[in-house]
């Protein structure tokens, strides 16, 4: 190889050694240092992270302690554009936390020094948050806005703050007192468990107040402010609650509100913090978010261990404002119940001893006046979620499937006394007059309630044209405008057989709610289907309501006729809509029953005339059957279901709670 060759290869060395040198000014570990330091904050733990000036431990420490209050959170950091110069490096850190519902947002810059190999962060508190001292911390307050109101009818409060008085041992106060034998006498007078409650007194710190029962304080309590403090460290300490009218008011619709339970706050995902009220089962729990609100939250620096009494006695605040999230009030829950149909209703169930509902809505509107659930419900919403057995106020739905195949109530149909499908007999009720056997009209046989004349009725009427006529009464399908939850009613859409036959005396997989038999009653009343309506403004709230979703409720499920995850879904839309010639014909029949059946009791009833249809549907295995007892009926502009779980006979049991409710409702 010549010289100049040898040259060549030299000089073409030296530059791209010079390129090399020149391309490697450190910027590559810059940046892996930032994003390391990125990174560790996010985490809220920077100690791995190599300072200048500081520790790692102690800068961990230290970050630790400044963020604090705002735990659980923990911001999302992202480095910016680095900046290089010399040995020296700074870089924007934008920072985003969540706080409460909104972001907050902001950006420091950080320095990075070069040593030897190294980038190295210099500390300084102020990359945390900007202009942040050295201690100083950040502080948290929050500002609960007060839960809003459920309306009634014409905005009447049903749901509002009312007064209480929480009962309880105040350990201050106990003097020499033993703290065990005063809870067992508080316990006592207030009818709570003594041993339970003198375990939690004496478990308390000194200082606590230890309630025992929240009272309302509305005049009408019989516990005295002077028998509580009778006993040493017994206190009522007043306070405000939302409550309905009273303890059993629509309770199993309306749900209640109370301070969050530990298991509340776990499950809330941070949503819910210890005092805070939330809403447990009904509409409480499926509208708590608009109803409760948004919390207000001011974020502010502050030197560290700087004491309330302290704030309080200074002047201007030593804090200063970093971060402010403004309070926003629930907002109320509109709903159509009218209080005192409501109360009416649940004062008639409140002699009844099992399970049982009255339901009643406004046909010309859909909206739902009264839905009230009996002490024998135990809590469940019977009125809306109940699913059992119509029996015989089905025999509405196989009217109006008669009525499309070229039938009357003037038509004869055979009534036997009974009748024999693949080996089952059915027969008519017990006492069944023998007048109305053999070949009625439809009307009669209706009137009276011919389980035989409807059953020999299923050749020409199918289980696919019984399902059609139930979702053509707004039986059977979903009710988007209803808002609460519940449940609409169940018929099958196919079946064959005894199956078939049980359905049209409204037996075998047909199902009803209280709601749902008021709703087809009332599609009768209205001359075109109902939609049911409870809630008003369901979307009003930051976070909407659900109402296709059952709630969360202490009470389970009674042994009904079905669970929900058995029954089939109802359907989307409604068949063909009753016309107001078929309602017409129907209410026809429904007034027979008044005029000349089972249910003559009603004919009383001051006002409109009424219409009506009883129901008693067997189930279960047992010889003979067990009965539920329905009555539905139809008064003006008012369509009213009555049910009585294992009630017996829907005329005897049920038509006496309906003629008290109609006669009262006026």
């Not at 390391?36 to 985490?43: D, F, I, N, P, T």
């Not at 009230?372 to 057995?389: E, F, K, V, W």
């Not at 403004?537 to 659900?546: I, L």
């Not at 009470?555 to 839309?573: E, I, L, N, R, V």
Request: aromatic share 4%.
């Amino acid at each position: 190889m010549g010289n100049s060759s040898k040259l060549s290869l030299v000089l073409i060395g030296l530059i791209l050694g010079a390129s090399l040198v020149a391309c490697d000014d450190g910027r590559a570990g810059a940046q892996d240092a930032v994003k390391q330091l990125a990174s560790a904050v996010s985490a809220l733990d920077v100690g791995a992270v190599a300072f200048e000036g500081k520790d790692s431990g102690a800068a961990n420490d230290q970050l630790k302690e400044v963020f604090k209050a705002l735990a659980p959170a923990k911001p999302s950091v992202q480095a910016g554009e680095l900046k290089l110069d010399s040995g020296t490096a700074t870089v924007p850190l934008d920072y985003s936390w969540n706080i409460g519902t909104e972001q907050w947002k902001y950006t420091v810059s950080a320095q990075l020094k070069k040593s030897g190999d190294k980038w190295l962060t210099v500390w300084n508190p102020a990359i945390l948050v900007p202009g942040l001292a050295d201690g100083e911390v950040l502080s948290s307050s929050n500002e609960t806005p007060q839960r809003a109101a459920i309306l009634g009818a014409g905005d009447v409060p049903l749901v509002t703050y009312r007064p209480v008085v929480n009962v309880g041992i105040d350990k201050p106060q106990l003097g020499g007192a033993d703290a065990a034998d005063s809870a067992t006498k508080l316990a006592q007078l207030v009818g709570v468990d003594p041993a339970a409650y003198a375990t939690q007194v004496t478990a308390a710190g000194p200082e606590a107040f230890v309630a025992a029962i929240t009272l309302r304080d509305d005049g009408t309590r019989t516990i005295t402010d002077g028998q509580i403090s009778a006993i040493p460290g017994g206190r009522a300490i007043k306070d405000m609650l939302p409550l309905a009218p009273t303890r059993t008011f629509a309770r199993a619709l309306l749900g209640t509100a109370a301070e969050a339970s530990a298991e509340q706050i776990e499950k809330s995902g941070g949503v819910l913090k210890a005092g805070d009220t939330t809403g447990t089962g009904g509409l409480q729990q499926q509208y708590d978010a608009q109803l409760r609100g948004t919390d207000g939250i001011v974020v502010r620096a502050q030197k560290a261990g700087l004491t309330a009494e302290e704030i309080k006695a200074a002047s201007p605040d030593p804090r200063r404002v970093l971060f402010r999230v403004e309070i926003k009030a629930g907002t109320p829950l509109k709903t159509t119940l009218d209080p005192k149909l409501q109360q009416l209703a649940e004062d008639v169930l409140a002699k009844v001893g099992p399970a049982s509902a009255i339901v009643a809505l406004r046909p010309s509107s859909g909206a739902v006046l009264a839905a009230a659930s009996g002490p024998g419900s135990n809590g469940y919403d019977t009125a809306m979620l109940g699913q059992y057995a119509p029996g015989s106020i089905f025999k509405m739905v196989d009217s109006l499937a008669m009525f499309r195949n070229g039938m009357t109530p003037d038509s004869k149909v055979d009534c036997p006394a009974t009748l024999t499908v693949d080996g089952r007999t059915f027969k008519n009720a017990e006492g069944y007059p023998a007048s109305s056997l053999g070949s009625v009209t439809l009307r009669d046989a209706f009137a009276h309630s011919c389980n035989t004349a409807f059953i020999n009725a299923r050749d020409k009427v199918s289980q696919a044209q019984l399902e059609s006529a139930a979702t053509s009464l707004g039986v059977a399908v979903e009710a988007p405008a209803l808002g609460a939850a519940a449940f609409l009613g169940s018929v099958p859409g196919a079946a064959e057989g005894t199956e078939h036959a049980a359905s049209m005396i409204g037996q075998g997989k047909v199902l009803l709610s209280p709601l749902s038999a008021a709703v087809m009653a009332g599609s009768v009343a209205k001359g075109a289907p109902v939609s049911a309506q409870l809630v008003l403004n369901p979307s009003a709230g930051p976070t909407p309501g659900t109402p296709s979703a059952a709630p969360t409720t202490a009470a389970s499920a009674p042994q009904g006729d079905a669970t929900a995850s058995s029954a089939p879904a109802p359907a989307k839309t409604a068949g063909t809509p009753v016309t107001a010639a078929e309602a017409a014909a129907l209410a026809d029949m429904m007034r027979a029953v008044v005029t000349s059946g089972h249910a003559g009791f009603l004919a009383s009833v001051p006002g409109a005339p009424v219409g009506a249809k009883t129901g008693t549907a067997e189930f279960g295995k047992d010889n003979p059957p067990k009965t539920h007892a329905w009555i539905v009926a139809v008064h003006g502009d008012l369509a009213v279901a009555v049910f009585v779980e294992e009630g017996g006979l829907g005329a005897t049991v049920s038509g006496p709670l309906l003629k008290e409710f109609l006669t009262a409702a006026g």
